[in-house]
């Protein structure tokens, strides 16, 4: 097991020395291509791989973006050097569509909702496994089964105990609950607004709400949290939001105590090497 990534990512010298399994050669693997909305390119990038390159079969990345996005942070030659088209999609064993800084917006006054549209809408019709992250999960819900997403009085933030809901599926194949999901978000899926779209409702909580449905048929998982994020990352979104305002409140259940000043943990770890795995493992069907 391992993973390919372009030559010359950043990524690849990271993973190396924490000894995730690479491979640069042409041997046979699944190409699933990363179309990668985040603002922080380099750091979702190493995310993504560190978890493919555990999860079983060889993996092959390619890198895309619509056509319309702009993306404020990032790096332009990075872009250049690396990103490609959604038309990679036509011949990707898999595909992942991660979250965006837009989860406010309404999905149709997003710059390039059209392309996502369509792009989904392929992936559908050629049962194209996906897998969504985030905004990307509730704008697949939305497309796909007409799932509202629902904004928030106030941001819920920090790592929330899910429930596995649907022990059977294969998408939560091996995990143990409850699972640890770390958790940001200004909007939320209700499990009400699954309950006739025929879903399998994977992770839930009492107060975080939804955290992963899935389509096994369609190898469709769609991850409302983010199982794929470091240890620090939440740390690092709560460092950058006190940088704005004082009256930030740290993320709840994360730090050791609740006490900013201790080193977070990285409980989720090995359920997201397992949840990523069970999505690999449907590239194959």
């Known amino acids: 097991m391992a993973v390919r990534l372009p030559e010359g990512l950043p990524a690849v010298?990271?993973?190396?020395?924490?000894?995730?399994?690479?491979?640069?050669?042409?041997?046979?693997?699944?190409?699933?291509?990363l179309i990668n909305l985040m603002p922080e390119k380099q750091k979702t990038e190493r995310q993504i791989a560190r978890k493919l390159g555990l999860a079983g079969p060889d993996v092959a990345i390619s890198l895309?973006?619509?056509?319309?996005?702009?993306g404020k942070n990032a790096d332009p030659a990075h872009m250049a050097a690396f990103y490609g088209g959604l038309e990679a999609a036509d011949e990707a064993d898999g595909a992942i569509l991660t979250g965006a800084p837009v989860e406010l917006l309404d999905f149709e006054a997003v710059d390039y909702w059209e392309e996502i549209a369509h792009l989904l809408d392929k992936l559908r019709a050629r049962q194209t496994p996906l897998f969504t992250l985030c905004w990307a999960a509730q704008a697949a819900l939305y497309r796909y089964h007409g799932v509202p997403k629902h904004i928030l009085s106030e941001k819920r933030f920090g790592v929330f105990e899910h429930r596995i809901t649907t022990p059977s599926s294969p998408a939560v194949a091996g995990l143990e609950g409850p699972v640890a999901m770390p958790v940001s978000r200004h909007t939320e899926t209700r499990r009400e607004?699954?309950?006739?779209?025929?879903?399998?409702?994977?992770?839930?909580?009492?107060?975080?709400?939804t955290g992963a449905v899935a389509e096994p048929v369609l190898g469709h998982v769609h991850a409302l949290n983010h199982l794929e994020y470091e240890a620090t990352t939440l740390d690092d979104e709560y460092r950058r939001d006190l940088g704005r305002r004082d009256d930030v409140p740290p993320p709840r259940g994360y730090y050791p105590?609740?006490?900013?000043a201790r080193p977070p943990g990285d409980r989720w770890r090995a359920a997201g090497e397992r949840f990523y795995a069970n999505w690999v493992a449907m590239l194959g069907r």
Request: aromatic letters at 4%; hydrophobic letters at 40%.
């Open 13 to 33: 010298a990271e993973l190396a020395r924490e000894g995730v399994p690479l491979f640069s050669d042409n041997r046979p693997a699944r190409h699933v291509l």
């Open 193 to 209: 607004d699954l309950a006739r779209t025929g879903l399998h409702l994977l992770l839930d909580h009492d107060e975080a709400n």
């Open 257 to 260: 105590d609740d006490d900013p």
């Open 64 to 70: 895309a973006v619509p056509a319309r996005y702009r």
